[in-house]
């Protein structure tokens, strides 16, 4: 008990505390929010890493407790693995794809900042939808449209933190960080079709030796 | 590290478990619940008379095989079969007691007293409405004519070839080949023709062509309009054409609106026209009326159903007509499904070429024209106790008598627990009681949040009167506790300093 008391009176913890606290601050000011967090080190990856798997928690009880009436799923067939890939990896593919580009345009972002930022951005995500379950409970189907709006409210307020963090990682002017967020889709979306290919390719010619080795013991058998 | 991380979840996608549940229902009825999926279900109907031609007797003698019939048609008790193959028209007479004999077999009408034969009629109607009570219309198929009869098989009005008249829009070089036909209760005729597209073709009472009407609409896709956009004339020329389907069968039920059906996959297989031709039909289900949602992988039937035939009963409850896979299937007033049932195949209550369907009462006859000229049957379908307590339950539906049908619905669940609509029932007979709480738990069991909004919205108002007090308790101290806080502060402030 005193050992974890200990921790947390430690100043590794306190500084964590501090970046973790220091989303709130990119939330609403985030140009120089995201300036800061990167460049100030007032943010770290611990506080990230801290946040996705947060995403991740929230989404799944976001589409579990919501209201049925607002959010039904068949649990029958509810898997959250579903739900941690489904967040999990668009934001690796988006790092990766944008850090490969903005080397090419002179960003100075590192793929860990760029990891940060995205984590950091999805706080109001968080927030939005721990505001949205319980209010789900208190809202009949007819006045749904509260909720709709809370939800565009998260998903813009998720896209502009993007493009504020891609002009300030990068130090980027407002049209080319959107011209590189626009890219870096373009890029995640080859990405994974190469991968599929890929993985269709290696099937396919996976099932083709193993049809020629079936013809040959057949063959073989035959005598 | 990075690379680690990404590979550990590209893996972790291509190991993810697919879902997969049994796609074919192995049971003779079953019904789609809210997700799609098929669940068996108690037989609604059940066979209780499976007639084919050599059964049949006339005159002492055994009437022989029925040959690709077409078309029947009900009226009163009688049942007007359209043996296509065999060129006539047989007359059965049904009985209290589900028994059956032949009345009468027609193969000619009178034209002034001069027997003019039939030749591959495809389509029979009888008019139960007022105006023409008992008048019977035939789609004289390959004579090329739609024959008016009064009740004794003389020739009131013989409908040629509109092109004749010269205000057809049918190309007059073509073939005029009624297939189905119905009368509605102005005396007004519509036809199905083969080869015609513009939906059904209307006769007025006198037999002269009025126009087509009911169309089914043409839905261009976004992405067909972009290639047809890019294409040269040369590509455009040898594209499909978007034209709109042909309808293979109508049917008109007790009010007059006519309810049409289409084997296209493109528009929707099931409509009840109006009389300006437009669809009402309500589609308020989980899906839209239109036979099989999982279409498994049975043999060489892959793709939607195909309807061929559709009969409404006094409830506006309809049943439809499945050619590809032999199947019927039930619906309510709403558009929700109630219950499927039949397979391919030539026994009882199997099918191979569904042909037509009518009604009498709740019985149902199902007309399977069979395979090259051989197989074809008759099925008479009976409610069973399950299937008879639905229906009653859907009248009293109709009737807006909520409140009685609480007992007929737990009747139903008690047959069947997995009867979707029978949960609805109850809510809503709860929800008219005032039993807000009961009501909001069944909706809730059935997933139809429309209903339980409706009643969470008076269970929270009841909610809210009754927890009133905490709320103006809360008030109350947010408008006492502060100033009072405030005051004692300063009383000690002043204490402290003097």
Known sequence: MTLIIDRLRSDGFKRYAATVKYSLYTMFRPLDGFWDLIHEKRGSLAAAHTFVVTMIFVQIGFLILTNFQFINIPMEFFSSAYVVTNIVLPMFLFALANWCLTTLFDGKGRISDIYMAYAYAMVPQIIIRIIYVPLSHVISYDEGMILNILWYLSEGWFYLLIICAMMQVHDYSFSKAIVTTLLTLVAMAIMVFIFLMFFAVVSDGVAYFYSVGQEAVFRVRRG | ?498
């Open chain 2, 1 to 498: 590290m990075y690379k680690q991380i990404i590979c550990f979840v590209l893996a972790a996608i291509i190991v993810m478990p697919t879902v997969a549940f049994a796609s074919e229902a192995s049971k003779y009825t079953y019904a789609y619940n809210e997700w799609g999926i098929p669940i068996p279900s108690p037989d609604a109907y059940r066979v209780s008379a499976y007639i084919i031609g050599q059964h049949l007797q006339f005159n002492g003698e055994s009437i022989g095989a029925f040959r690709t019939p077409q078309d029947i048609h009900v009226y009163e008790n009688l049942l007007y079969l359209a043996d296509s193959g065999n060129n006539r028209i047989i007359i059965l007479q049904f009985l209290e007691d589900t028994s059956f004999e032949v009345v009468d077999i027609k193969t000619y009408a009178f034209i002034d007293g001069e027997p003019s034969g039939f030749n591959n009629p495809h389509g029979i109607f009888v008019s139960p409405w007022q105006y023409n009570k008992g008048q019977i219309y035939i789609a004289d198929t390959d004579n090329q004519r739609v024959l008016h009869l009064d009740e004794n098989w003389n020739v009131i009005n013989e409908i040629l070839h509109p092109g004749i008249h010269g205000i057809s829009l049918l190309d007059e070089n073509s073939d005029f080949l009624p297939t189905k036909l119905a009368v509605d209760f102005s005396g007004r005729l519509f036809v199905q023709t083969r080869h015609v597209n513009r939906g059904l073709m209307e006769f007025d009472r006198y037999g002269v062509f009025a126009g087509y009407m009911g169309a089914p609409p043409v839905e261009v896709s976004i992405v067909d309009q972009f290639w047809r956009l890019i294409a040269t004339p040369e590509q455009r020329e040898r594209m499909l054409l978007n034209v709109p389907v042909e309808y293979t069968n109508l049917s008109i039920d007790h009010e007059g609106f006519i309810y049409v059906t289409t084997a296209s996959e493109n528009v929707e297989p099931v409509a009840r026209l109006n009389a300006m031709g437009e669809d009402v039909l309500i589609r308020n289900g989980w899906s839209h009326p239109v036979g099989d949602l999982d279409w498994g992988m049975g043999a060489d039937r892959t793709g939607p159903s195909e309807l061929a035939a559709v009969t409404a009963f006094e409830n506006n409850s309809f049943v439809v007509f499945d050619r590809k896979r032999g199947r019927l299937f039930a619906y309510d007033q709403q558009g929700q499904m109630l219950y499927a049932w039949g397979n391919p195949g030539n026994r009882e209550g199997f099918f191979t070429t569904p042909a037509a369907l009518d009604s009498m009462g709740y019985t149902l006859f199902a007309l399977d024209a069979g395979i090259g000229g051989n197989a074809a049957s008759l099925t008479r379908f009976d409610l069973t106790e399950y299937g008879a307590l639905i229906n009653e339950a859907l009248d009293m539906y109709q009737r807006g008598l909520y409140e009685e049908s609480y007992d007929v619905w737990n009747d139903v669940l008690r047959i069947n627990g997995n009867f979707g609509l029978a949960y609805i029932g109850i809510a809503r007979a709860m929800l008219r009681e005032g039993h807000y709480r009961e009501a909001m738990h069944y909706f809730r069991l059935q997933n139809d949040y429309r209903n339980y909004g409706r009643a969470f919205t008076f269970y929270r108002r009841i909610w809210l009167e009754q927890h009133f007090w905490i709320f103006a308790l809360g008030l109350g101290v947010l408008i006492v506790v502060p100033p009072v806080v405030k005051k004692v502060k300063k009383v000690r402030k002043e204490i402290a300093e003097s």
